[in-house]
C-alpha cells in the first residue's frame, strides 16, 4: 500500500540529486541550451524556489513509500504548493523511480494527493508536462487530468542583426 510521507531533511539531498540532473535535461531539450548551462540553471531554479529546502514555506516534499515485509521502501517523490486562495495545488514535480514505474504508483500517488486535497478544501489540481514525456502525460489523461494551454518557447540568442534591426 503506498503513501505519502513528508520528505525528511536528510533524504532531501538524493531528491536534489535526482531532480537537478532530471531538470538539467528537461531544460536542456526543451531550450536548447548546453548541458553546463542548463545544470546551472536548474541549479539556480531550484535555489530561488525552496529557498529553505524541504521547510520552505507554502512546498511540500514528500516521499511516495510502500510497505514491503514492514519496511519502508521510497518508490519516487512528489512537490506540490497549494495557494489557499484560489483553493488550488500546483505540482512542482511528481517522480517515481524508473524501477518502480508501471506498477500502478502514480495512479495511486495522484488518488491520495487528491483525497488530500479535497478534505483540506482545495478545488483545483494543476501541473506542467513536458511535451517530450508521453508517459507522464498518458498517466495525467488516465487520472482525469485535461489541457488546458500549451507552454510554447523560441529561442533567439542566435538571431542576427541586420541594419541594426533584428532579424
Not at 484560489?86 to 502514480?106: H, N, S, T, W
Not at 508536462?129 to 498517466?139: C, E, G, Y
Not at 510554447?152 to 538571431?159: E, G, P, R, T, Y
Request: aromatic content about 10%.
Amino acid at each position: 500500500m503506498l503513501t505519502l510521507r513528508p520528505m525528511r531533511k536528510d533524504e532531501y539531498s538524493d531528491f536534489l540529486e535526482y531532480f537537478i540532473a532530471d531538470y538539467a535535461t528537461e531544460i536542456a531539450s526543451n531550450y536548447g541550451l548546453e548541458p553546463s548551462a542548463a545544470k546551472e540553471r536548474a541549479i539556480n531554479e531550484i535555489n530561488q524556489d525552496l529557498q529553505q529546502g524541504i521547510d520552505t514555506p507554502g512546498h511540500t516534499l514528500a516521499c511516495l513509500v510502500d510497505f514491503e515485509a514492514n519496511a519502508e521502501c521510497v518508490v519516487g517523490y512528489l512537490w506540490y504548493k497549494v495557494n489557499v486562495k484560489m483553493r488550488e495545488l500546483f505540482i512542482c514535480d511528481f517522480y517515481v523511480f524508473p524501477a518502480e514505474q508501471g506498477k500502478g504508483y502514480g495512479k495511486q500517488a495522484l488518488s491520495l494527493l487528491e483525497n488530500e486535497a479535497a478534505r483540506t478544501g482545495l478545488r483545483q489540481i494543476k501541473l506542467r508536462v513536458a511535451a517530450k514525456n508521453p508517459r507522464a502525460k498518458n498517466l495525467y489523461d488516465a487520472c482525469g487530468f485535461q489541457v488546458t494551454g500549451i507552454n510554447m518557447s523560441k529561442h533567439i540568442a542566435d538571431l542576427e542583426m541586420i541594419d541594426g534591426r533584428d532579424k
